[in-house]
Every structure is written in structure tokens, then in C-alpha cells.
């Protein structure tokens, strides 16, 4: 009896991202895994004579005036630029903590497109609206256990094994089109990076993003596979 040879593939179950954009759909991303919300340990420390408990109740009111309560909260020098102006609504009913509060203030900030910025330990350059947050000396952080405390503007560098950097760019501002504030993302193809300049809050979370899918693609292997009896031109029918 003959002896008949196949050629089978084998393709090996493998994590795969598949980058595709439509002109009328916003890509949609994986959800974030293990990425957990900033703990009270994000918050800085209270400065002396910091009230417990605020009631934030700022309907309509000036930017400048907020930006004066939020420095009293952490203790920070705030150094504004001339676009920092204009109008902010915040009213919450209830007396809030002062960690809730501060994180409430950086919420408004971020919405309203004003950059806070860190500039050395209790220094915060803030940049109003419009404006790239990059106009100030924004830190390059590369470890996500160096993000400072709180919701500042930051730059980070993620490192990729698999994906391709200008790829990851391309779906990662069409998903941010229309959103608040600015976000700028720079595809590095040498050096299989991407820098993103944004808040804090933002950057933890597509960090959850990135390492979901910058995976291996999937592994195809041929293998030859020895029949005894069948014939291989109806198996491979």
C-alpha cells in the first residue's frame, strides 16, 4: 500500500490584535484589567492647618479662585500662565473630604482642558486652555511606579515588544478624537515606543490598554503528518 503524505497546519491559538478603523465607528478598545483606582496614597500630604473635610460649592465661578482653594488643599506654589481663565462649575451639596476634593478640582481642571503640571517637588505650572502642556518642562516618566501623586499632566514612555508603534498611535488618537483636553502621542519606530503626554488618571489606565494588546501575534507551524491507509488528497478535501 501506498503511503501518502499530508501537509497539515497547525495554527497555534495565540493572542491577536487586529488594528482596523472605520471612517463612521470610534475604535473600540479591550477593557482595562488590573489597573485599580488611585488610593489615598496618591493624594500628597496634607499641608499644615489643611481643613479635613471642604465644601466645594463653586457655581459659575472664576478658574483663578478654585486654583487658589486647590492650592491651600496640598500645599503646592501654583505658577500660572495668562491663558489660565474663565469659568468653572462645581457645586457638590455635601462637605467632602480633602482627598475628595482635591481629586474633584483635577477632574474640573482636566474637563475644562487646564493643564496641571509638576515642576519639582511642591511647584505645579498650570496651563490654561488651549494651550499644549508641553509649553511647560513636563517630566518623562518610563515606570509607571514613578507617576506622581494626584492627576498631573505627565509624559511616559511605553516600551513595545510586539506591536507596531505607529499602528498603536493611529488607533489611540482616533479613540481620543472630540475628547477634552489635549492628548499627544508621539509613535518612536526605532526604538519601538510611544510617548504620551497626558493626565495621570489617563496614562495609568492606557497602560492597563497597552499591555492587553501589544502581544505576540499568532505562531503558524507546518507539520508533517504520516497516513497509513487514507488518502491524503480527500483528507485535505
Known amino acids: 500500500m501506498h503511503r501518502f503524505f499530508c501537509i497539515v497546519t497547525l495554527v497555534l491559538v495565540g493572542a491577536t490584535v487586529v488594528f482596523a478603523q472605520r471612517d463612521s465607528q470610534r475604535p473600540t478598545l479591550p477593557a482595562v484589567k488590573g489597573v485599580s483606582p488611585p488610593t489615598q496614597e496618591d493624594v500628597p500630604a496634607a499641608p499644615p492647618n489643611a481643613p479635613a473635610t471642604v465644601r466645594l460649592q463653586f457655581p459659575n465661578s472664576d478658574v483663578v479662585d478654585v486654583l487658589h482653594l486647590y492650592e491651600q488643599l496640598t500645599g503646592k506654589k501654583l505658577v500660572m500662565d495668562n491663558f489660565v481663565q474663565g469659568k468653572v462649575n462645581i457645586f457638590i451639596a455635601k462637605d467632602v473630604s480633602r482627598e475628595e476634593a482635591i ?61 507596531d508603534p505607529q499602528e498603536l498611535q493611529q488607533v489611540l488618537m482616533a479613540y481620543f478624537q472630540g475628547s477634552s483636553g489635549t492628548i499627544n502621542i ?51 478535501d
Not at 123 to 129: M, S
Not at 192 to 205: E, F, G
Request: charged share 20%; no cysteine; proline share 7%.
Open 186 to 236: 508621539l509613535a518612536l519606530p526605532k526604538s519601538s515606543s510611544l510617548l504620551v503626554t497626558q493626565n495621570a488618571d489617563i496614562i495609568r489606565q492606557l497602560a492597563g490598554v497597552i499591555e492587553q494588546v501589544d502581544v505576540a501575534p499568532a505562531e503558524v507551524v507546518s507539520e508533517f503528518i504520516k497516513l497509513e491507509r487514507a488518502d491524503a488528497s480527500k483528507v485535505v
Open 103 to 163: 481629586k474633584i478640582i483635577e477632574m474640573s481642571m482636566a474637563l475644562n482642558g487646564i493643564s496641571l503640571v509638576p515642576s519639582g517637588r511642591d511647584i505645579v505650572d498650570v496651563v490654561g486652555a488651549g494651550q499644549n502642556p508641553r509649553k511647560a518642562p513636563v517630566p518623562i516618566i518610563s515606570d509607571l511606579a514613578d507617576i506622581p501623586a494626584g492627576n498631573p499632566v505627565i509624559s511616559f514612555l511605553f516600551r513595545l515588544q510586539y506591536a
